[in-house]
């Protein structure tokens, strides 16, 4: 019966079919055990060993939904802010769990939370969305039949039986709703990091901190115990709730890197990384008009500028496509120039051929296609191809014959004009004469 139950619930699970994540009782977890053994060499070295185990929601005494397999029972409260259910969205099949030990590194205070003892022992339950939409790690107190020695280190700890249930107190959880972040340059977006502690006025200690090439650098930190903060971008006041997010200033390329959010609560430690990834898109350009007019022979250089864009990579083509083709062809004469960097951190790039048309070429629509990281699709910019037939030396004699032809035509014309003015001229004066000479007689 438990191993057709278990099946079943893998694939409603799979499915998403379960419904919210806050109203289910139990999920598949992985549990990562840390052993570590010297080599040959003598040096120190981390073994993983993974099981299946199912953590499981309710009150203290519920029995497992699977007995034969390992169950850490999660005690919660209505209402409770520890309950990691409620902070997380999504269908259950999108969620990842993974349960570790925690180690307080020798640290021996005693956790202010209710029902705390000095030999309870730590496990975190680390609760991801596979899209990434958040990541939760939650710390569960258990209280071990058989008290630990302080002094050992999470090695030496009691072994977890093959079907041992283990109840367990959520008392601190850390999460953020923005495991990855892309901002374009200039913006100033809001890195989200929020914790719950089971106590009021924790001893508390919040730092962020920039990760870049393994160098760390800090950017805030707030001490309840001196109330004093130092840096800017977290709200001192959004803290008392729980509200850790970080305001950036306006980006620039060097914004980029890992953004550590810390959470520090005596003797427990949690945190979220967030990465912040800039992308700035290309502004994409041509140097010459949506219709190119060219006579046939005539050389142009034809250029697609791609400018400002960040990062580096950037992929630019020149396509070409007759009304009568179904697919484009890409053109395999185009050059690149070299990778121009700017002040602010930006890149161009320049992609461009030389057209030497015949008129066969005429009616080609010419695309520039460019694709970036920062682009959901491709930046595309055409112009159209024209192309006018040049005149032969038959053509150019015919029109030089012609225009003489015309030439002498315009020229007898004239001749006969004025001949012809000439003589109407004439024909006046002797006609005067006559008429003189008939009047004296």
Same mark, same amino acid.
């Given at each position: 019966?438990?191993?057709?139950?278990?099946?079943?619930? *893998?694939?409603?699970?799979?499915?998403?079919? =379960? /419904?919210?994540?806050?109203? *289910?009782? @139990?999920?598949?977890?992985? %549990? +990562? !055990?840390?052993?570590?053994?010297?080599?040959?060499?003598?040096?120190?070295?981390?073994?993983?060993?993974?099981?299946?185990?199912?953590?499981?929601? /309710?009150?203290?005494?519920? =029995?497992? !939904?699977? &007995?034969? #397999? +390992?169950?850490? %029972?999660?005690?919660?409260? #209505?209402?409770?802010? $520890?309950? $990691?259910?409620?902070?997380?969205?999504?269908? &259950? /099949?999108?969620?990842?769990?993974?349960?570790?030990?925690?180690?307080?590194?020798?640290?021996?205070?005693?956790?202010?939370?209710? !029902? #705390?003892?000095?030999?309870?022992? @730590?496990?975190?339950?680390?609760?991801?969305?596979?899209?990434?939409?958040?990541? *939760?790690?939650?710390?569960l107190r258990h209280r071990p039949a058989t008290p630990p020695n302080p002094q050992d280190d999470i090695n030496k700890w009691s072994p977890i039986g093959e079907r041992e249930t283990l109840s367990t107190t959520a008392v601190m959880l850390v999460l953020t709703r923005s495991p990855a972040v892309t901002s374009a340059l200039m913006r100033d977006p809001t890195l989200h990091c929020q914790f719950a502690v089971d106590h009021k006025q924790p001893d508390l200690t919040v730092e962020w901190r920039l990760q870049k090439h393994s160098e760390r650098k800090k950017l805030y930190s707030f001490s309840s115990r001196s109330g004093t903060s130092e840096g800017r971008g977290v709200s001192v006041r959004g803290l008392s709730n729980g509200n850790a997010s970080l305001l950036l200033p306006p980006t620039t390329t060097a914004s980029e890197g890992i953004y550590i959010c810390s959470i520090y609560v005596p003797p427990l430690y949690g945190s979220q990384d967030i990465s912040l990834q800039i %992308?700035?898109? &290309?502004?994409?350009? =041509?140097?010459? /008009?949506?219709?190119?007019?060219?006579? !046939?022979?005539?050389?142009?250089?034809?250029?697609?500028?791609?400018?400002?864009?960040?990062?580096?990579?950037?992929? $630019?083509?020149? =396509?070409r496509q007759h009304q009568s083709q179904r697919l484009p062809e890409i053109l395999k004469t185009v050059l690149f120039s070299s990778h121009r960097h700017h002040p602010g951190g930006t890149y161009s790039l320049s992609a461009f051929f030389f057209l030497q048309p015949t008129a066969r070429d005429s009616g080609y629509t010419y695309t520039c296609r460019t694709s970036h990281a920062s682009l959901r699709t491709p930046i595309r910019k055409s112009f159209t191809l024209l192309v006018t037939e040049s005149a032969s030396w038959t053509d150019i004699i015919c029109g030089v014959g012609m225009f003489a032809f015309v030439g002498i035509m315009i020229y007898i014309l004239l001749v006969m004009l004025r001949y012809l003015h000439r003589a109407k001229k004439e024909s006046k004066v002797s006609d005067t004469v006559g008429i003189i000479c008939y009047f004296k007689l």
């Open positions: 019966m438990t191993v057709l139950k278990y099946i079943l619930f *893998i694939g409603l699970f799979s499915t998403g079919v =379960l /419904g919210s994540v806050e109203g *289910i009782r @139990w999920l598949p977890c992985q %549990l +990562v !055990e840390e052993f570590f053994h010297r080599n040959s060499e003598g040096h120190l070295e981390t073994s993983f060993h993974h099981r299946d185990v199912f953590l499981q929601f /309710g009150k203290t005494g519920d =029995l497992p !939904e699977f &007995p034969e #397999a +390992v169950t850490f %029972l999660v005690t919660v409260h #209505a209402g409770s802010k $520890m309950d $990691m259910r409620h902070y997380a969205d999504g269908d &259950p /099949g999108d969620l990842r769990c993974e349960i570790r030990r925690y180690s307080t590194a020798g640290i021996q205070v005693l956790w202010k939370g209710p !029902e #705390a003892q000095e030999d309870d022992v @730590w496990f975190t339950c680390a609760l991801q969305h596979s899209q990434g939409l958040f990541s *939760i790690t939650t710390f %992308l700035e898109s &290309p502004r994409v350009s =041509l140097n010459v /008009g949506p219709t190119l007019q060219l006579s !046939e022979g005539e050389s142009q250089k034809v250029v697609c500028d791609a400018e400002g864009y960040y990062p580096l990579d950037v992929q $630019m083509e020149w =396509l």
